[in-house]
Structure formats: C-alpha cells, structure tokens
C-alpha cells in the first residue's frame, strides 16, 4: 500500500464545475504540499500547509491531521486548470524528502 | 526573480554515455533535491544537497551523482546510461529543511536511445 494516496486517478469535468481532489497518507506528517504539473513537467507549488485550511484564488486546500486526509478544491473550474495535480508529504521522521502521491489528471473541457 | 532553472530542457543521449544536468535555486535557497519522474509516474526522490554536502539519498544506484557549488547551484551526473533512465529529471529548491515550501524547476526531460 503507497504512503500517500489520491483519488480519482483521472477526472474529467465541464467548465464551471466544482472540483474536488483527495489525498490520505499513513504516515506522520510536518506538511503536505500540493503541487501541479502541466503537460511538459514544469511543477508549480499550490500550497503547503499542517493543519486547517488554505485559500488561493478559486483553489482551496483543506487538511485534516486527526484523519490523516487532505482535499484540493477548484471552485468554477476553466480549462487551464487541466494538469495533474499531485499531493506530496514531508514526513515527520525525516525533513529531506518528500513522499508523493501518484497524481490526479484533471481534464475541464469548454 | 527568475525560480529555479534547470539546463538543458531536453537532452538525448546514448546507451552507455555519461550526462551531466544542470540546476540554479530560486535566489536564497540554499538547498537543492533532485527527483527522477518516469512517464505516468510520481517522482522518485534521488538525493538531496546542502551545504556542498549530499544529506539523504533516495534508492538510486552509485551511477547516479552530484555536486552542489559554492553558489548553491547543483549537477546531477548519471554514469553508463541505460534505457530505464530516460525520465523527467525535476530539481527542487528551498531553504534548508524541506517542510519549507519548496519550488521546483522545469525538468530536464532525458530520452536514453
């Protein structure tokens, strides 16, 4: 079983759509990080965060430690949003790395 | 401020050859990690360097070496390529510990032929 999971694997939505992605991990964590990847590589940090709740334009980031469970929402989502979305943690016994999840391709189509 | 820059962006070489991958950190960061994306795959933690010094190293084999200058900067060497090596390599940097936010690179994409 991975350390950290995400669903859906895929997503395919109409603009406008709410969106909603998921990651739970099994370990202790100091941080989880979202981050999004387009079609070329090129990885974009959203957020990070250890506890509560992020805001950032019409993208939301929720954690909740207790449950060990994360959520990424896009609120009026646009077709650029389209990218693979990624939850990574730090894990709390080591600050060197960063274990990740194996992403959510979201495609918004107009 | 121009984040964080990797070089070359595209690279293919040939089974058996060496290559060299270049990484500058956002301005101030003082710690660089390098992580290895295969297609349709989350990336693979190789190592990580700080203060010139390597201080973790993920579950890659001794082919795969760097360097961190004085300047922050870093180089990922691969030795005697092999076709399993051809990824997405992404550079990531931040300050000291990696709970810090931390910003990635472009990635240098690398086709082994």
């Known amino acids: 079983k991975n350390e950290v999971e995400q669903s859906p694997q895929n997503l395919t939505a109409q603009e406008g759509e709410f969106i909603t992605i998921n990651c739970s991990y099994s370990?202790?964590?100091?941080?989880l990080h979202w981050l999004q990847q387009h079609p070329g590589g090129g990885i974009v940090s959203l957020f990070m965060l250890s506890s509560g709740k992020k805001k950032h334009g019409r993208l939301i980031a929720t954690i909740n430690i207790q449950e060990k469970h994360s959520s990424l929402h896009i609120t009026a989502s646009h077709p650029r949003d389209s990218a693979v979305y990624i939850c990574a943690v730090s894990p709390s016994d080591s600050n060197y790395q960063l274990i990740w999840g194996a992403g959510t391709k979201l495609i918004i189509k107009p | 401020d121009a984040g964080v820059t990797q070089s070359p962006t595209h690279l293919i070489k040939t089974r058996g050859q060496q290559v060299t991958l270049r990484c500058s950190p956002k301005?101030?960061?003082?710690?660089v990690s390098w992580y290895q994306q295969a297609l349709g795959q989350g990336p693979q933690f190789i190592f990580q360097?700080?203060?010139?010094?390597?201080?973790q190293r993920g579950n890659f084999p001794d082919r795969f070496s760097g360097h961190q200058f004085p300047n922050y900067s870093s180089e990922l060497n691969v030795n005697a390529l092999l076709l399993g090596d051809s990824a997405l390599y992404l550079c990531?940097?931040?300050?000291?510990?990696?709970?810090?936010?931390?910003?990635f690179g472009q990635g240098t994409r690398l086709t082994v032929v």
């Open positions: 301005s101030g960061h003082d710690t």
């Open positions: 370990v202790g964590i100091s941080a």
């Open positions: 990531a940097s931040s300050l000291e510990l990696i709970d810090t936010e931390a910003f």
């Open positions: 360097y700080y203060e010139e010094e390597e201080r």
